[in-house]
C-alpha cells in the first residue's frame, strides 16, 4: 500500500518546517512544529502498516455499523470491548435476545451475519433494532448502534431515539445525477438551518429547503451554503452542537434521501454544500448516545474530568486512540461519499487544540500560548490527519476552522508542517462590530481600529470574514440590525411610513457594515441566513424555557417579498454586493491597500481586486470633490453604491457620472480622483 502523503520534495527536509520559512517569528517553535508534524507521519505510517492506509481506514462505515452485502446478507460490527456478550435485537427478531448473538474478536468487536431469508434482506428496510450488551458485572445495556445511519424519535412514546435499518428499494434511493462544482475562487457562504427556514411555527423540511432556500441563495449571489444541525441531535435546542449520532442525518427535517436531493439539486445551481461538523464534543446521552456505550467511562472519549467539558456538559474524545479515530475519520468520509458533500466548517476547533479548550483563555496573539503545554497535541494530530486525508482523496475539498486562538499554520498544508486547513474564521470581527455598536458614538468610530481588525490576518493563510454568523443571532444576544434600529424595526419599516432617523442611520451603516467586511476581512465571506436582510429578533428554539415555543425557531424569509416593507431593500444590496464581488473578485485578491483611514471626516478608502472602494461613516457630512488615491489610471465608474434606490438609499449619487484620475500621487497612490461621497454611504468605483 502507497503512502498518500507525498514524500516530501528533493531536498527538503522530511520533518518538514515549511511554515517557519513563511513565518521566520515561528523559528523558536520549529521542535514543537516538527514533533507535530513528526506525529502526524506516524500514524499515517501505522495506518499503513496495519490498515492499508488512511484511504481503507477511513472507509470503516462499509465495515462497521449494518452493512448489506451482495448476497443480501447482513453484516453488523461493532466496536465495544468492555462489554462480555452482544446481541442483535429488533422488529424482525421480535427484539428476543437469544436468536442473534454476535461474536467478539480479540480487538473487542463484535460481529454478527444475518443471512438473506429467500435471497432477500432479513431486517426490513426501516425497522427499529438495537444492540443489546452485557456489561461486566451481569447488566444488561442496550444501545443505538454507534455507526447508525437512520435514528427517529416519537416524543408521545419517549424522548429517546429509535435506530432504524436504513435500506430502502433500490427504486427509492435518491440517485446522484449532478457532479461536484468546482471549487469557489471566491467563497461566499450562506449559513443555514433547516429547520428554522420557513417564516412557519414548526420544523421545516430537507424537501422545503431545496425548493424554497436553494434558488434564493443562488439568487442572493452566494456560491457555498453551510448547513448547520445535520448530525443527528436529540435536543432541538442545541442548535446541532450535541450530536448523538454522527453517522445519522437528522430526521427531523425528512429521510436520508432528501437531504441526498437536496445536496445533488444545490450542485446543479452551482452551489457547494458544507457541513458543520461536530467532532469537538458529543452528547452525553447513553440511551440514543455514544457516552458509556460498553459501560466503561473510556470508549470513545478520555475518562474522568478530562473527557468532559464543563461549559458544553458534553463529553470528549480521545484523538489518540486509534478507534476513535477510525470513527471520526470515516465520519468524514461518509458526509462525503454518502452526502456528496463539498467539504466542512469543523466545529470547536479551539476546544480541540487547548487542554483549556478556551474556556476563561484570552489570547493575546503571543506565539507562545500556541506552542507550550496548553497544546493537546493529540487534537492538534487528529486535524491534521482528518485534512491531511481530505485534501489527498478529495482535491476540491473545502475545510473551514472555527478557532478563536488564531493559531499560526492552522491553514497551511501537513507537507509544510501546518493543521492543513483551507479557511479560518474571523471571529474577532463580528465582536469588533457588537463593541462599536453597543459602545461608540457614531461620531468616535475609530476608523484605523476597524481597518487594523478587518485586516489583522495572517498572511499565506485564508480567512473568511463575517459581521454575524448564527452566534450572534442566538438567543440573549443581538443581531447588527437590532443594535442599530430595535423596537422601531416593529413599527418603522414599512415603506408606507416616513423614513425615521432611526430606521434611515440602520439601513445606511447594515449595508456599509456588511460591505467592509465583505471587501477588507478576508479571502471568504459568511452570512447567516436572514442577516441579509436585517432579520428582527434572536434565534431560540423550542424547549422548556419558552414554553416549546416556535415563536423565534423561524425565519420569516417573506419580509423580503412584502414590497410594503424596507427589508427588500438590505436584501437586494446583498445581491449586489454578491454579484459585485463575483465580477472583479476581490475576495481572491491579494489584500486591499488602504491609502485612506481619516478620524476626523470618518472615511475609509481602499483597493482590492481592481475595485476602490469608499467609505463616508459621517453621520452628517458629506463631501463633494474628495480626493481618493488610486494606483491604476484610467476612467472609472460606479459599480455598487449603498445610496441607490434600488437597495433603499436617498440616490445622491449619479450613477452616469465617470471618474477620470489625474496623475499626480495622493495618499502613497500614483493618480487621484475627485468623488462626492454623501454622509453614511460607501461606493465601489471600478474602470470602465
Ligand atoms: C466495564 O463496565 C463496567 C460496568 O459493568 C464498569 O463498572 C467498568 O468500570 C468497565 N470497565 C472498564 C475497564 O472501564
Ligand atoms: C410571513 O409568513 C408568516 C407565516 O406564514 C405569516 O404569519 C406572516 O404574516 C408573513 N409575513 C409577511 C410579511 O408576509
Ligand atoms: C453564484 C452566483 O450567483 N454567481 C453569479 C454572480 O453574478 C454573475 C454576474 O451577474 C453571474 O454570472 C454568476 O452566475
Ligand atoms: C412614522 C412611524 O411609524 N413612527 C413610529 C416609529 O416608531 C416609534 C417607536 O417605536 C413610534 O412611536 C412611531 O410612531
Ligand atoms: C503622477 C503619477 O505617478 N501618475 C501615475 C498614474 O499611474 C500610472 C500607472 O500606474 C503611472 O504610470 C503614472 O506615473
Redesign the pocket.
Known amino acids: 500500500m502507497t503512502s498518500l502523503v507525498e514524500k516530501p520534495a528533493n531536498g527538503a527536509p522530511k520533518d518538514s518546517v515549511g511554515v517557519v520559512k513563511l513565518d521566520p517569528w515561528l523559528s523558536p517553535f520549529e521542535q514543537v512544529l516538527q514533533r507535530r508534524y513528526a506525529k502526524a507521519h506516524e500514524w499515517i505510517d501505522r495506518l499503513n502498516k496495519t490498515e492499508g492506509g488512511l484511504d481503507v481506514f477511513s472507509k470503516g462505515s462499509e465495515k462497521f455499523g449494518l452493512n448489506v452485502d451482495k448476497n443480501n446478507n447482513v453484516v453488523y460490527r461493532e466496536w465495544a470491548p468492555n462489554a462480555t456478550e452482544a446481541f442483535l435485537i429488533g422488529d424482525f427478531n421480535n427484539w428476543e435476545r437469544g436468536t442473534h448473538p454476535m461474536k467478539k474478536n480479540e480487538f473487542g468487536v463484535f460481529e454478527i451475519t444475518v443471512p438473506a431469508k429467500d435471497g432477500k434482506v432479513a431486517i426490513p428496510h426501516n425497522s427499529k433494532i438495537k444492540i443489546s450488551l452485557t456489561l461486566p458485572n451481569g447488566e444488561r445495556a442496550d444501545r443505538l448502534p454507534a455507526w447508525i445511519k437512520y435514528v427517529t424519535q416519537e416524543l408521545a412514546v419517549s424522548p429517546a431515539y429509535d435506530a432504524r435499518f436504513w435500506n430502502p428499494p433500490e427504486s427509492e434511493r435518491y440517485k446522484f445525477k449532478h457532479t461536484r462544482p468546482k471549487q469557489p475562487e471566491s467563497l461566499r457562504i450562506y449559513e443555514a438551518h433547516v429547520g428554522i427556514s420557513s417564516p412557519e411555527l414548526r420544523v421545516a423540511t430537507y424537501k422545503e429547503f431545496t425548493k424554497n432556500m436553494l434558488p434564493r441563495i443562488k439568487n442572493l449571489g452566494y456560491n457555498a451554503i453551510q448547513l448547520m444541525a445535520i448530525m443527528e441531535h436529540a435536543y432541538y435546542a442545541s442548535f446541532g452542537y450535541q450530536v448523538n449520532n454522527f453517522f445519522a442525518a437528522s430526521s427531523r427535517y425528512g429521510p436520508p434521501e432528501d437531504l441526498k436531493e437536496l445536496v445533488d439539486t444545490a450542485h446543479s445551481l452551482g452551489l457547494v454544500v458544507l457541513l458543520d461538523i461536530v467532532h469537538s464534543h458529543a452528547s452525553k446521552n447513553v440511551l440514543d448516545g455514544l457516552n458509556h456505550f460498553d459501560g466503561s467511562d473510556h470508549q470513545y472519549f478520555h475518562e474522568g474530568g478530562k473527557g468532559r467539558h464543563d461549559l458544553w456538559d458534553s463529553r470528549l474524545f480521545n484523538y489518540g486512540h486509534h478507534e476513535v479515530l477510525r470513527f471520526l475519520l470515516s465520519n468524514l468520509r461518509f458526509w462525503m461519499d454518502e452526502y456528496q458533500f463539498d467539504g466542512f466548517r469543523f466545529d470547536g476547533v479551539t476546544s480541540m487544540l487547548y487542554i483549556h479548550h478556551g474556556i476563561g483563555t484570552g489570547f493575546s496573539g503571543g506565539y507562545h500560548e500556541y506552542f507550550g503545554a496548553e497544546v493537546d497535541e493529540e487534537g492538534v494530530v487528529y486535524l491534521m490527519l482528518a485534512n491531511e486525508m481530505l485534501h489527498q482523496l478529495y482535491p476540491e475539498v473545502i475545510t473551514v476552522a472555527e478557532d478563536v486562538s488564531g493559531m499560526p499554520a492552522l491553514c497551511l498544508p501537513l507537507k509544510l508542517g501546518g493543521v492543513g486547513f483551507d479557511y479560518r474564521l474571523a471571529m474577532a470581527i463580528p465582536d469588533m462590530w457588537i463593541k462599536i455598536l453597543k459602545e461608540k458614538k457614531d461620531e468616535d468610530w475609530d476608523m484605523a481600529n476597524i481597518c487594523w481588525t478587518l485586516t489583522n490576518r495572517r498572511h499565506g493563510e485564508k480567512t473568511i470574514a463575517y459581521c454575524e454568523s448564527h452566534d450572534q443571532a442566538l438567543v440573549g444576544d443581538k443581531t447588527i440590525m437590532m443594535h442599530l434600529c430595535d423596537a422601531e424595526l416593529y413599527t418603522n419599516m414599512s415603506n408606507l411610513t416616513p423614513l425615521t432617523p432611526v430606521i434611515d442611520r440602520g439601513m445606511a451603516l447594515h449595508k456599509m457594515i456588511r460591505l467592509l467586511t465583505h471587501g477588507l476581512g478576508g479571502e471568504g465571506y459568511l452570512n447567516f441566513e436572514g442577516n441579509e436582510f436585517g432579520h428582527p429578533e434572536w434565534l431560540d428554539f423550542p424547549r422548556e424555557g419558552n414554553q416549546n415555543s416556535f415563536w423565534y425557531a423561524r425565519r420569516q424569509l417573506n419580509l423580503t417579498e412584502d414590497h410594503l416593507l424596507r427589508y427588500q431593500y438590505l436584501n437586494q444590496f446583498d445581491r449586489l454586493m454578491n454579484l459585485t464581488e463575483d465580477k472583479y473578485g476581490w475576495l481572491h485578491a491579494p489584500q486591499a491597500y488602504i491609502s485612506l483611514k481619516h478620524e476626523g471626516d470618518k472615511v475609509i478608502v481602499f483597493e482590492r481586486g481592481g475595485a476602490l472602494f469608499i467609505f463616508n461613516f459621517h453621520p452628517s457630512q458629506s463631501y463633494a470633490d474628495y480626493r481618493v488615491g488610486v494606483?491604476?489610471?484610467g476612467m472609472y465608474k460606479c459599480v455598487l453604491n449603498t445610496d441607490s434606490k434600488e437597495v433603499g438609499g436617498h440616490d445622491r449619487i449619479d450613477s452616469n457620472t465617470r471618474y477620470h484620475?489625474t496623475?499626480?500621487?495622493w495618499n502613497g497612490r500614483?493618480?487621484w480622483t475627485h468623488v462626492y461621497v454623501p454622509c453614511r454611504t460607501a461606493l465601489v468605483l471600478a474602470l470602465e
Open positions: 494606483d491604476v489610471p484620475t496623475a499626480m500621487e500614483k493618480n
